[in-house]
């Protein structure tokens, strides 16, 4: 069934941690003009397009309607920005709508960023505008369809007012879908309050009960369930990372609050596709020592990591010392994790068996695409046609004949490389050329890269322009901070 007019909307967060949020309202918008809707998705929630499009439904996906019975709340959560700590951040901007059940019984958090100042928002105006939040719509799209984990943009809506930035810029609200808003930084964000005598010890035992049931129903019955609890997380954080770096993705600012519990990509702020597999790529304006490169993506979800443990020791063992160590053997196997799934990732984009596959093929590849500088994208097109049968152009280069040839003797499956190898990608001229067009007001350019990047790894005539790398004149890509 699809609903329309009050969709139903629970609180399973506010209710059963009251500590960590706040109720709240969303400010209302002057006058609130739809700019993107991931149509697919909201029939997956359960809701009707066509009723989104409507007034109505406009004022529900940026929650100046809120349905009967619904608690929106900001949420309360801490983090390591640049690895210093800030010891309450949340949802300065941002609300937790409530979490709507979908028609296959699973449980969505709707979130809506750019909603007004909240109790957290410090310094900040609450507000967010057109260019980020449509940004976050093309770049969640594109890693759905890649197969990454990632929250979802249900919509992006303007709100007619402008807001003060360097310059006057529209105002949006993004309506953001994902498994939930568990964060690393939600977990150090109540480890402080127990700490802190604000809130009571089971307050933790309760998070990580509910992180549980939510993301990881199977461990319920665990001897020690935060333990569990940080291996699970660990494991999901090293699938996510690796595939992240599989594709040349570039997240710019890994904050503990930017890790999700449930090991889905969350906040495409600065975040960017390099061409190539380069450890050293940098878009975010802001990361000035390049804490958040390419190359450092495991190493510092690894750090990361190691704050989740340190909020999770109360709950892991009440003798603090047995707390570390089993703690420090979970964050210890982390770059082990790591290497086996980039190499099942790897594996998988050659047309080989994940389980089985010849790591130095692996490693080999890497190694001469960095010297190389070979287009990610493109090489393993050209691949998928070399498994195919066809001659590829790279086959040609003397750099790759050797390992060409040792690849070939394993016999790719050129059907499966041809799921597994996307054709396109957020390019990053096209993006920001989408996004200048949509702020200055023409949204056909944006409409048009979303409808190419739901569907990455079909080949559409016509679209070939999506499928190169940028001009030589693009020049080097900086990103800034979605505020
Ligand atoms: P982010 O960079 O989006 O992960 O945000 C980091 C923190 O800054 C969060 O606590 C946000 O709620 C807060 N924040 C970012 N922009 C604003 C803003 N314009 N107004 C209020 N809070 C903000
Ligand atoms: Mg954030």
Known sequence: MTVTASALLEHRFADTLPELSLDWQAVPAPSPSLLALDEDLARELGLDPDWLRSPAGLRFLIGNDVPE???????????HQFGGYSPRLGDGRALLLGEIVTPDGSLRDLHLK???????????????????????????????????????????????AEVARETLLPGAVLTRVASSHLRVGTFQYAAALVAGGHAPAGLL????????DRHYPQLTDADRPGLALLTAVAQAQARLVAHWMSLGFVHGVLNTDNVLISGETIDYGPCAFADTFDPSAVFSSIDQGGRYASGNQPRITQWNLARFAEALLPVIDENVDTAVELASEVINDFPSHYDDAFAARMATRLGLDPETADRALVKDLVELMQTEQADITLLFQDLTRVAGGEVGTFADRPAYAEWLARWLTHHPDAQAMATANPVYIPRNHLVQAALDAAVAGDLEPVNQLLDVLREPFTVRAGFEDYARPAPSDFGDYVTYCGT
């Open 114 to 160: 750019g909603s007004g100042r909240t109790p957290f928002s410090r310094g900040g105006d609450g507000w967010a505008t057109v260019g980020p939040m449509l940004r976050e719509q093309v770049m969640a799209t594109a890693m759905h369809a890649l197969g990454v984990p990632t929250t979802r943009s249900l919509a992006v809506t303007g709100t007619g």
């Open 69 to 79: 019975g619904a608690r929106p709340v900001a949420q309360g959560y801490a983090g």
């Open 205 to 212: 035992d309760r998070l990580t009960e509910h992180a549980i």
